[in-house]
């Protein structure tokens, strides 16, 4: 199993009502999981958010925590619900209505990678099943759950940056002008605040990075379950191009990565800086 459920990251001084969070980039792949898998070791990679726990490492230094998923995705998806169960995968799961993201799938624990590619030879009992999901996924969302509130104690909001990154062909199919290199999720904007969602896409286009909203990707579990404006817990997801900062086909940071990690650092910084103390909504 995975040493750890999570990995938390604090600052010395929380001064900021951000907290950053990455769900997919774990490569804890255990030993047991390996031999069950119809994939080798780079092929179960694919749908993994490498390197994105080392590309916003820094936030801890501009008072925000880090949250890091202890499971890899393949495993177990923290960006799913517990209740995403997939029967064509799980012992004794009966089909509840259709879900288009398990029918694919993608379920908590998930069929397939990248491109439609079992990962396992068979089914995986109920009991295992269980195992993932009390072990990692609830332990996780609790310290995430946490972490928000702690914030939006602190400084009446709260703000979540769910980091991901995307395949450069998820975008190819963007009508747009110029190619999306990273794409806001906020649910249509029902899980932020219209003034959170633009200062998030001012800093990534301050930085020279082409943005999009929501499409193809709207957010997930995370930002449909955490995103609250109302309550004063703003949630937006990340997708970065990966082709940015790293080899898609070998699964290795490109001769761009430490430039492109330097670029993200500054917009790491003014994405902290969301809603300072002095600051506040216009609509409050």
């Excluded at 916003?56 to 925590?65: E, L, T, V, Y």
């Excluded at 619900?81 to 064509?88: I, K, S, T, V, Y």
């Excluded at 943005?211 to 193809?216: F, K, L």
Aim: with cysteine.
């Amino acid at each position: 199993m995975p040493r750890t459920a999570f990995e938390l990251k604090l600052p010395d001084h929380r001064t900021s009502r951000v907290v950053f969070a990455s769900p997919h980039s774990s490569r804890d792949y255990p030993a047991s999981f390996l031999r069950s898998t119809l994939l080798n070791e780079h092929s179960v990679r694919s749908s993994e958010d490498a390197f994105v726990d080392q590309l916003f490492d820094c936030a801890p230094k501009f008072g925000a925590p880090l949250l890091l998923a202890g499971a890899p995705r393949a495993f177990l998806d923290l960006n799913r619900g517990p209740e995403e169960l997939d029967p064509a995968l799980i012992e004794g799961v009966r089909r509840q209505g259709h879900n288009p993201r398990v029918a694919s799938g993608l379920g908590v624990i998930p069929r397939v990678v990248s491109n439609g590619r079992a990962i396992y030879r068979g089914k995986i009992s109920g009991a295992e099943a269980r195992r993932r999901i009390d072990g990692y996924w609830h332990p996780y969302h609790a310290e995430l759950r946490r972490q928000l509130n702690e914030t939006r104690g602190a400084f009446g909001q709260a703000i979540l940056i769910d980091c991901h990154s995307m395949p450069h062909e998820a975008v190819g199919q963007v009508n747009t002008a110029q190619r999306p290199e990273i794409v806001l999720g906020d649910r249509f904007g029902a899980s932020a605040h219209p003034e959170v969602v633009d200062h998030v896409e001012a800093a990534f286009a301050s930085a020279g990075l082409v943005v999009a909203r929501n499409t193809p990707f709207a957010g997930a579990y995370v930002t449909q379950t955490y995103g609250r404006p109302s309550r004063g817990i703003h949630a937006i997801q990340v997708e970065i191009d990966r082709s940015l900062y790293m080899d898609e086909r070998r699964v290795v940071p490109n001769a761009r990565f430490e430039a492109f990690r330097s670029l993200l650092q500054g917009v790491i910084a003014e994405v902290a800086d969301i809603l300072r103390p002095d600051q506040a909504l216009a609509a409050e």
